[in-house]
T-cell receptor
């Protein structure tokens, strides 16, 4: 069964510190992997997309990595800010060769709290 | 501002009542989705539509129905609400290209008493 697992479930860090969130998946065939940020009471917003051939992609203080061999991705946040407090959701797209829209498999998210 | 609009933002509903959550997008995306989000379970797909005129069942479709009469609108109906349908509901859309980003609405918080 295609699954996406995220760790840790929750994390508390001090403002200015770095942190790394993990995403392991068993989705096959793989199309791409996205990290979404969901602020409290809001809808998720895409941060990065990783395709099979990409190892690293940055978006400001957010850096995502992908190891397609081990089926692992990480999201590294540098110099955290209070506004980084949110849930971070890993979403893996299963490639559909039949022409239909690719199926999306969601992780349950990591809840990050940045404290002053 | 382009995006997805959901209504209502929140609603308290008596069990057994009928309820329709509205979703409208102005990005001309072909695919639209309804998810529910519950603590510890993440986002789960209820129903989807790959293009106007077609719909499909997701992971948790029971008790819900959808329609897609046109590209922009994708309402979700609870025919007879039950307390287990208390949740936050998110509508989303995306282009049907294979790397298409999901765009989410701001959610509708539904409480069924």
């Amino acid at each position: 069964k295609n699954q996406v697992e995220q760790s840790p479930q929750s994390l508390i860090i001090l403002e200015g510190k770095n942190c790394t969130l993990q995403c392991n998946y068993t989705v096959s065939p793989f199309s791409n992997l996205r990290w979404y940020k969901q602020d409290t009471g809001r809808g998720p917003v895409s941060l990065t997309i990783m395709t099979f051939s990409e190892n690293t992609k940055s978006n400001g203080r957010y850096t995502a990595t992908l190891d397609a061999d081990t089926k692992q991705s990480s999201l590294h946040i540098t110099a955290s800010q209070l506004s980084d407090s949110a849930s971070y959701i890993c979403v893996v797209s299963e490639r559909n060769y039949g022409g239909a829209t690719n199926k999306l498999i969601f992780g349950t998210g990591t809840l990050l709290a940045v404290q002053p | 501002i382009a995006g997805i609009t959901q209504a209502p933002t929140s609603q308290i509903l008596a069990a057994g009542r009928r309820m329709t959550l509205r979703c409208t997008q102005d990005m001309r995306h072909n695919a639209m989705y309804w998810y529910r989000q519950d603590l510890g379970l993440g986002l789960r797909l209820i129903h989807y539509s790959n293009t106007a005129g077609t719909t499909g069942k997701g992971e948790v479709p029971d008790g819900y129905s959808v329609s897609r009469a046109n590209t922009d609108d994708f309402p979700l109906t609870l025919a007879s609400a039950v307390p287990s349908q208390t949740s936050v509901y998110f509508c989303a859309s995306r282009d049907t290209d294979r790397a298409g980003e999901l765009f989410f609405g701001e959610g509708s918080r539904l409480t069924v008493l």
